[in-house]
T-cell receptor, first 111, second 115 residues
Framework: GDSVTQMEGPVTLSEEAFLTINCTYT??????LFWYVQYPGEGLQLLLK?????DKGSNKGFEATYRKETTSFHLEKGSVQVSDSAVYFC??????????FGKGTLLTVNP | DAGVIQSPRHEVTEMGQEVTLRCKPI?????LFWYRQTMMRGLELLIY????????DSGMPEDRFSAKMPNASFSTLKIQPSEPRDSAVYFC?????????????FGPGTRLTVT
């Protein structure tokens, strides 16, 4: 079946630092790829997505590029803010309409 | 759009009691998913429905768990009898196949504590 591996963290950064959270996937065919974010006490929210190879998803300063050759979808942000502190989940969606999630990465940004 | 609605937001119950969690998906969505989240096991898919029909319940932990979707706008997840190890946050999510990207929209979750 599909699987997703992401940096487990926790990741602690200072405000305005550069963020990378690595994510690789194993799936048959051409899955869609997602990053979700979960703020404390809330449900998961879709952050960005990419549906085919070389697509770049972006939102709120975050970016991720669908790299089929390396089966990766790394999340990046050039300058993090305290408000970005949350848990980030990488996920892939295949032909069975389910999403397979990674274990999540806790990001803490200090002022 | 109100998003996915779950109730109650918090539930505290004693071991052995029946617990019913409720979910209203986004109108027009044809897939509904139930997840459980714990620190130890992360996010687990319990069961999902398509057009009110259960498609895959392989994630349901045991016979104490059951889920129904009597119509397109309502689903329940029932635990009977509940046990302390069922303590977790339970999420409902819905999606629309027509978008062909499988993105799911999550509710705020129900935090269940079984004492």
């Amino acid at each position: 079946g599909d699987s997703v591996t992401q940096m487990e963290g926790p990741v602690t950064l200072s405000e305005e630092a550069f963020l990378t959270i690595n994510c690789t996937y194993t799936a048959t065919g051409y899955p869609s790829l997602f990053w979700y974010v979960q703020y404390p006490g809330e449900g998961l929210q879709l952050l960005l997505k990419a549906t085919k190879a070389d697509d770049k998803g972006s939102n709120k300063g975050f970016e991720a590029t669908y790299r089929k050759e390396t089966t990766s979808f790394h999340l990046e942000k050039g300058s993090v803010q305290v408000s970005d502190s949350a848990v980030y989940f990488c996920a892939c969606g295949g032909s069975n309409y389910k999403l397979t999630f990674g274990k999540g990465t806790l990001l803490t940004v200090n002022p | 759009d109100a998003g996915v609605i779950q109730s109650p937001r918090h539930e505290v119950t004693e071991m052995g009691q029946e617990v019913t969690l409720r979910c209203k998906p986004i109108s027009g969505h044809d897939y509904l998913f139930w997840y459980r989240q714990t620190m130890m096991r992360g996010l687990e898919l319990l069961i999902y429905f398509n057009n009110n029909v259960p498609i895959d319940d392989s994630g349901m932990p045991e016979d104490r768990f059951s889920a129904k979707m009597p119509n397109a706008s309502f689903s329940t997840l029932k635990i009977q009898p509940s046990e302390p190890r069922d303590s977790a946050v339970y999420f409902c999510a819905s999606s629309f196949l027509g978008g062909n990207t499988y993105e799911q929209y999550f509710g705020p979750g129900t935090r269940l504590t079984v004492t």
